[in-house]
């Protein structure tokens, strides 16, 4: 009976438990927030894919035909 007493007296162990409680509750509220912000972030994601992969590319090729006469481009500075 004396082993018993002198377990229930015993607190060293709930330090323990109140941060295993703690932790816990960290990681789950990082799950819950990981789980809100995920289909915003993919949505995101989808949108800026598929608005660089309709974007068009220039290429040198415009500005070699410019630089040769061939294309539009501003005369340079001082050359008016």
């Known amino acids: 009976m004396k082993l018993f007493n002198a377990f229930l007296k015993d ?3 709930a ?4 941060w295993v409680v703690l ?5 789950g ?3 819950a927030v990981l789980t809100s912000v995920s289909g915003g972030t993919r ?6 894919s598929t608005s660089l992969a309709a974007g068009k590319v220039n290429t040198l090729d415009g500005l070699e035909n410019a630089a040769l006469g061939g294309g539009t481009s501003p ?4 050359t008016q």
């Open 11 to 13: 607190e060293s162990g």
């Open 15 to 18: 330090v323990t438990v109140d």
């Open 23 to 27: 932790t816990a509750a960290i990681v």
């Open 29 to 31: 509220l990082g799950i």
């Open 43 to 48: 949505t995101l994601a989808d949108n800026i």
């Open 75 to 78: 005369a340079p500075a001082g």
